[in-house]
């Protein structure tokens, strides 16, 4: 079971750039690595997911290491709707029989 | 397509109580976790399903159980409810496969969840 560490909380002005690590010593060779985003009592939506390098979509950019070990979310520009819980995730979910860790996540504060 | 659809959303019951929450996944998914999120405690695993069979489990009693339908959609129950139960049940469902069949689709999506109060 691949375990994660966050910062717990992080604070950012409106229209910056935000920048969230985690790491993940023990990740395996099969583990891809994906962000989700939570709002107070709703159920955690998908962000971002990279195996290597960087991606980057429509949101977000995620880049990561050679050696794997950490992973770093991008939020350009963040809003007061960006306002969440943000959440590693390493495993392999294209089979069954795995278990995920969640965390403790980081709570995201947008200021104005 | 439909998301992950969970019923119901609320739910207040008393200590002692029994509960079942239901779990419709997307059409195509057969693979069904659940988890239980409190603020003390995150968001933790408590089982997955896979073709109505039990594939992994968390760390928490026999008072949780869970099954699985021939459709996909899934149950979970507590029994002898306890304060401490008291949490938001989130299903995730995703299109995972057997070990040794391809798959290249590597997501879990989650429905909006149960928010269950024990009195």
């Known amino acids: 079971l691949a375990k994660t560490t966050q910062p717990i909380s992080m604070d950012s002005y409106e229209g910056q750039e935000v920048n969230i690590t985690c790491s993940h010593n023990?990740?395996?060779?099969?583990?891809?690595i994906t962000w989700y985003q939570q709002f107070p009592s709703q159920g955690p939506r998908f962000i971002i997911q990279?195996?290597?390098t960087k991606v980057t979509n429509e949101v977000a950019s995620l880049f990561i290491p050679a050696d794997r070990k950490s992973s770093t979310l991008s939020l350009p520009r963040v809003s007061l709707s960006d306002t969440a819980v943000y959440y590693c995730l390493v495993g392999d979910m294209r089979y069954t029989g795995n278990q995920f860790y969640f965390g403790t996540g980081t709570s995201l504060t947008v200021i104005p | 397509k439909a998301g992950v659809t969970q019923t119901p959303r609320y739910l207040i019951k008393t200590r002692g109580q029994q509960v079942t929450l239901s779990c419709s996944p997307i059409s195509g998914h057969r693979s069904v976790s659940w988890y239980q999120q409190t603020p003390g405690q995150g968001l933790q695993f408590l089982f997955e399903y896979f073709s109505e069979t039990q594939r992994n489990k968390g760390n928490f009693p026999g008072r949780f159980s869970g099954r699985q339908f021939s459709n996909s959609r899934s149950e979970m129950n507590v029994s002898t409810l306890e304060l401490g139960d008291s949490a938001l049940y989130l299903c995730?469902?995703?299109?995972?496969?057997?070990?040794?069949?391809?798959?290249?689709?590597?997501?879990?999506?989650f429905g909006p969840g149960t928010r269950l109060t024990v009195l």
């Open positions: 995730a469902s995703r299109p995972s496969r057997d070990r040794g069949q391809e798959s290249s689709y590597n997501e879990q999506f």
């Open positions: 023990n990740i395996a060779t099969n583990d891809y």
């Open positions: 990279g195996y290597k």
